[in-house]
């Protein structure tokens, strides 16, 4: 397991979006963004709320982004993990996989 001090520290944010905007929306309009910082990650986008990963000095480049190219976004919860967003949010939880059961 890698130490936070070696990987690094990440936030998760989550956005209000259009409905119908989906994760590649997403991607694609931070995509400036993801080349200089290769640290974002959007983790879903649906329902009209897109979780998006950064380190902790990337939040307000990613904000400010998101501003941008969806007038009237805004971000509703920043948090370390997406455990705690998705107490917050239950309708950003994944479904979990069922588990397979070894003979």
Do not use: H, N, W
């Not at 974002?40 to 904000?63: D, H, L, M, Y």
């Amino acid at each position: 397991m890698v130490v936070k001090s070696v990987r690094g520290r990440r936030r998760y944010i989550v956005f209000t979006v259009p409905s119908e905007t989906g994760r590649t929306d997403v991607l694609d309009s931070l995509g400036t963004l993801t080349e200089s910082m290769v640290d974002i990650r959007v983790i879903t986008s649906f329902g009209g709320k897109a979780v998006v990963r950064c380190s902790p000095g990337e939040i307000q480049a990613v904000s400010d982004r998101m501003k941008e190219c969806y007038p009237g976004s805004e971000s509703l919860i920043t948090s370390g993990t997406l455990r705690k967003i998705r107490e917050e949010y239950p309708e950003l939880k994944v479904p979990q996989k069922k588990k397979r059961r070894s003979l």
